[in-house]
Nanobody
Framework: AQLVESGGGSVQAGDSLRLSCAAS????????MGWFRQRPGQEREFVAI????????YYSDSVKGRFIISRDNTKNTMYLQMNSLKPEDTAVYYC???????????????????????WGQGTQVTVSS
């Protein structure tokens, strides 16, 4: 199983970027997928989750109203549309997928627990003021 992120880059505050996460080697269409980020000097944190069908989404408070997570199961791809970017959004962004296995990073959502065990290598997003 492989998850590969793309779309990162350097932008100005207020700009937009769209990240993509392409899945291969196994199907993640039956499971939730999510985006996490690691800001400089900080631990990895949850950003957004999308349910297996794409109709259910959940966001951290820091990105709610600015970021939109979506997925296209026909293309085995997940997206993160990031709008109104701020310097504090500067981070390495990781995509992650559930596999039905235990032992991964757990995120509590209003619809239950999501457990992420597959990870991409990350893509850098830098936002300048």
């Amino acid at each position: 199983a492989q998850l590969v992120e793309s779309g990162g880059g350097s932008v100005q505050a207020g700009d937009s970027l769209r990240l993509s996460c392409a899945a291969s080697g196994r199907t993640f269409s039956a499971y939730a997928m999510g985006w996490f980020r690691q800001r400089p000097g900080q631990e990895r944190e949850f950003v957004a989750i999308v349910g297996w069908s794409g109709t259910s989404t959940y966001y951290s408070d820091s990105v709610k109203g600015r970021f939109i997570i979506s997925r296209d199961n026909t293309k085995n791809t997940m997206y993160l549309q990031m709008n109104s970017l701020k310097p504090e959004d500067t981070a390495v962004y990781y995509c992650a997928g559930e596999t039905g296995e235990a032992g991964g990073v757990v995120v509590e959502t209003p619809e239950g627990q999501a457990v992420f065990v597959s990870w991409g290598q990350g893509t850098q997003v830098t936002v300048s003021s």
